[in-house]
């Protein structure tokens, strides 16, 4: 393992030891490893690209960084199907690269958070070789086998995420397995508690390392019904596309049985448990879940023995409207003892630039959605070049490399928009990502007019350093990091919300309509004082405010 120098070590440990909880009110940078900095000029990115793009990183004023998957994989679904826990795929550097990586982000006062894909694996792991190999082998249970039915067909009527059934014949054994993605990624089974073992000695190996935390991708995954039964259908008025695209089947389906197993909750105490013996660590956990994602979420992160948060999808899809963000408030404020981790993009979904800004308008609505963002209630992630207000990437069919973008093709477009490389200087080849020919994704041509460079010239007004300061004003604010939320208006355009803490009343207020004028006017007996927070709409004389479309308030909320 590289070793941090004495000094580093120390003011980190520090650092750690002061703030626990740093995590609850935290914001958090996502880093794509394949399209953040090629460092070793073959088309894709990798640790050491991230390691020298780090003190930009720090200067946004974030917490920490999350990287998505950078271990061992044939990349069929780019690192989400790891086939070696315990290394890094060598597309991406070395085990030496990540200790420098976490040297550097700790001397930069960054934590690391990593993706870890444990409800699955690929089917070239070491265990699924062995697993596959008979029925009565070492880990021959380690995975979801089950038999056919009397008629050769799937043991029932469960769909994967990525199209089509979720059991995959093998040869073999005679048997199904089960594979909630693709027929590559093979489902782990959690109900056998050496699975657990092996699993959580895997986390341990990174936190031996210095990691921070963990994002657990699909958290929820982990166990099924052991008694196979099928899913009901959803009746059609109850149909949602925040889990999968509206073009898949898999929402047809209310997935009582495939996921979402009550069981869950013992496993994420153990992995709790791991945890506390690392304090300042976290955990949050992806929930994908349609029908039932409040709940669990409530069920995930309440008290001190689950989860430390959970990632929302409330505001990966929906609409941008104050009544869809008032109703999503209002429900984790249903769940008074859990904790969320807000995000309005990430390397699954369209980036939100696109997905709700009116065209021409993209650089006002990044601005007021990273104000909204940013004064919610709960933990937040970023996704790179959000800070940019980079718009989602037009990929054509050649260069689609998503096997979810390939599968349901023309109509969904898969996740390649929102993977493009990040653009760090407008005039340079493929903007700066990389000195290869190519890039392992097309680098678009409307992005290299957002470049890094382009928005940190001289004293001005860009979306980037609107982020930078935005960042800083929230850290600065006790009442934005880790107090209560209360909606007071969603009525038409206008959203307004108060957050308080020990004294401290902020109060925030919206318009999030593309056309008109709106007034907030403060409630009854109480005044508005200015805060001077960036982007932040003057009060009047008369101390209501006016905001014009895509603009906000964030200011003190007094008694006259």
Known sequence: MFNMAPSSQSQFA???????????????????????????????????????RLPYVAELGVDAIWLSPFFTSPMKDFGYDVSNYRDVDSSFGTIEDFDRLVQRAHE???????????????????????????????????????????????PNNWLSIFGGSAWHWDARRKQYYMHNFLSSQPDLNFHNPKVQDALLDEMRFWLDRGVDGFRLDTVNFYFHSQSLKDNPALPKDQIDTSTAPDVNPYNFQNHLYDKSQPENLAFLARLRTLLDEYPGTTSVGEV????????????????????????????????????????????????????QCLAFSNHDVMRHVSRWSPPGREDDFARVAAMLLLTMRGSVCLYQGEELALPEAEISFEDIVDPYGREFWPEYKGRDGCRTPMVWQSAAHLGGFTSAPR??????????DRAVDLQTRGDNDSVLQFYRSFVGFRKSQPALVKGSIEVISSKANLLAYVRETDGQRIVCAYNMGFDDNVTFVPPAGQKLTSVEAPGSQPIAADGTVTLPPLTGFVGLLTAL
Do not use: C
Not at 31 to 47: E, F, M, T, V
Not at 439 to 448: F, R
């Open 14 to 52: 520090q650092m750690r030891a002061e703030n626990t909880d740093w995590w609850r009110g935290g914001v958090i940078y996502q880093i794509y490893p394949r399209s953040y900095q090629d460092h070793n000029g073959d088309g894709i990115g990798d640790l050491p690209g991230i390691t020298e």
């Open 108 to 154: 930069l006062g960054l934590r690391v958070i990593i993706d870890q894909v444990i409800s699955h694996s690929s089917d070239e792991h070491p265990w699924f070789a062995e697993s596959r190999r008979s029925r009565d082998n070492a880990k021959a249970d380690w995975y979801v086998w089950a038999d056919p039915k009397d008629d050769g067909t799937a």
């Open 288 to 339: 994908g879940d349609a029908q039932r994602q409040v709940e669990i979420m409530a069920a995930y992160t309440s008290g001190k023995d689950h989860l430390h948060m959970a990632y929302t999808f409330d505001f990966l899809g929906g609409e941008f409207t104050a009544a869809h963000f008032a109703e999503s408030i209002d429900e984790v404020n249903d769940m008074p003892d859990s904790w």
């Open 439 to 448: 890039s392992w994704l097309p680098v678009p041509a409307n992005h290299l």
